[in-house]
């Protein structure tokens, strides 16, 4: 609820500068509200302001998209069971993260190929059933996929397991031309027929997954459907909700034209608010962070808790609230959200 809220305010808001620099400073203000809260004052001791998880199944990936900042050269992992299962014991358990409200499968990498996709699948869908039964919070589970390896059968399994709550697709570029130039090594008629499917079969199941799309907008075109192929506009009016934005610069990792620059602000509400879970156990700041230039911690050693809470991750934290995200190598040409 909390990130469709916020995406919708972003498109609300997007061509309306005035209104969005005021919001920028509403956003610091609860930034230096949130860190007194949380880290300073400590007045709510048994909370954190964690809102989103996300989780990296598989550091490697299928495509080789223009805009991604994801360095392939890098060595590839894969999450085990058990690392999973720690951290949804966490997520169950600990009554600090009860305010969690996505588990976001989803960093650098595509979430489907993993070669155990399923048994992960499975351990996630069997601990929300546990939370139903036991009525305890557990956040809804969000996965964003670039859509080539969800295959008829695969997303049939999905939906059978009743793991996810929300689906949401890369669906960039507006023309099948366009896309499969910016998606390298992706195929618009692969994609396009695996979200049809998806959705059909979602459709038969009185659409229990909700199905969303961001579409990267090159600088050239107006950020609108009006001039997109027939063949966009039939899918994306599959769509639950619709994100057209620009390309960001992923933390300064891609200095393309294909970004424009944004001026920084105080604070960043997605360090405040996110943490993401690499496959090899390192937690880092944001899902901003493709190359785990911001680790603060690492799961299997240290608890969530003591990460979230941990002097790596306050650092993050106080530099940017008094506006020194230059010393932080991550942070510091990063547009920010
Ligand atoms: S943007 Fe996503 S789908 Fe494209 S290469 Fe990067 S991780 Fe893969
Ligand atoms: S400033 Fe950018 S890189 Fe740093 S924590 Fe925020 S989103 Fe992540």
Known sequence: MYIALRDQLKHYFYKKPFIWKGLETLQGL??????????????APNKSSIREVNVEFSS?????????????????????????????????????FSKVQVLNLYNGGETLLHPKRLELFELIAEYKKRAQREKKHFPEIWMVTNGMLLREKLS????????????????????????????????????????????????????????????????DKPLNTSWMHPEFLELLDLMDHKELRRAHNWAGDIEAGLVKEKNHKMGCGMLMHQMVLLPNGDVTVCCNDLNSKGVVGNLNKQSLLDVCNGEERRKYLYLLLKNRKKELPLCAECETF
């Open 30 to 43: 609860q930034y230096w509200w949130e860190y007194q809260y949380y880290y300073n004052w400590k007045l």
């Open 156 to 219: 049939a399994q999905l939906l059978e397991m009743d793991v996810l709550d929300h689906l949401r697709l890369s669906l960039d570029g507006g023309t099948p031309e366009r896309f499969e130039e910016l998606r390298v090594n992706a195929k618009w008629k692969v994609f396009n027929q695996n979200v049809k499917t998806f959705c059909e079969l979602n459709n038969k199941r009185q659409r229990k997954v909700k199905v969303s799309s961001i579409t990267i907008v090159d600088d």
């Open 60 to 96: 490697a990936c299928n495509l080789r998209c223009q805009f991604c900042g994801l360095d392939h050269e890098k060595p590839k992992t894969l999450m085990s069971v058990e690392l999973l299962q720690n951290l949804l014991d966490t997520l169950l358990n600990d009554p600090h």
